[in-house]
């Protein structure tokens, strides 16, 4: 099957430190992997789609000068939360697509729980 | 624009009864992809099931079963036999044309009860 693998699975920092989430896909190649965002309690809003080898896009009303998203591989994603806030305190988790008999389907990371005191 | 709408916050079933997790959508895309997702208390996202627009027939993964209605807009994930570990977040994606990300459905929390 597809694994995504995403490290760490929960971080506690300082506000006004960065923090870099990895998500890899394990036994496939993305060029196209995603990062959402989950709040407690709600669903997932995604965040961007980061391109391997291009800049992300980036959805509206997300900063991307705040969620720096680098694709340099085809197997390697990251998040790099700059300068964070408690408000950005929330569960962030990718997914990478897989296609297999002409439907592609996204397969998820387990998850990185973000606290930001 | 795409939508997704989980009406059900919360649904309770007896273990080993079936249940129906309701999921309406709403997109003006010609072709489309409807998703079921499982979010347990871990928080992983765990793919269920995976039911095309022009699909003729309606998917079916094990114990998972998607009612597909197209005139209705609807994609109802049913579970049947429902077991215990069955207790988690269930979310109805949808992916359309020209757009591969995923947009989500508010979910619904299943309880399976002993």
Redesign the interface.
């Known amino acids: 099957g597809a694994v995504v693998s995403q490290h760490p699975s929960r971080v506690i920092c300082k506000s006004g430190t960065s923090v870099k989430i990895e998500c890899r896909s394990l036994d496939f190649q993305a060029t196209t992997m995603f990062w959402y965002r989950q709040f407690p309690k709600q669903s997932l809003m995604l965040m961007a789609t980061s391109n391997e080898g291009s800049k992300a896009t980036y959805e509206q009303g997300v900063e991307k000068d705040k969620f720096l998203i680098n694709h340099a591989s085809l197997t390697l994603s990251t998040l790099t939360v700059t300068s964070a806030h408690p408000e950005d305190s929330s569960f962030y988790i990718c997914s990478a697509s897989m296609g297999q008999g002409g439907v592609e389907t996204q397969y998820f990371g387990p998850g990185t729980r973000l606290l930001v005191l | 624009a795409q939508k997704i709408t989980q009406t059900q916050p919360g649904m309770f079933v007896q273990e080993k009864e079936a249940v129906t997790l309701d999921c309406t959508y709403d997109t003006s895309d010609p072709s489309y992809?409807l998703?079921w997702?499982k979010q347990p208390s871990?928080?992983?996202?765990?793919?269920l099931i995976?039911q095309?627009s022009y699909d003729q027939q309606n998917a079916t993964e094990g114990r998972y079963s998607l009612n597909f209605q197209k005139a209705r807009k609807s994609a109802n994930l049913v579970i049947s036999a429902s077991q215990l570990g069955d207790s988690a977040m269930y979310?109805c994606a949808m992916?359309g044309t020209g757009r591969?990300?995923?947009?989500?459905?508010?979910?619904t929390r299943l309880q399976v009860q002993p």
Do not use: H, P, V
Not at chain 2, 42 to 47: A, D, L, P, T, V
Not at chain 2, 100 to 107: D, E, H, M, V, Y
């Open positions: 992809g998703f997702y871990s928080g992983e996202m765990i793919f995976y095309g979310f992916r591969r990300a995923l947009t989500f459905g508010s979910g």
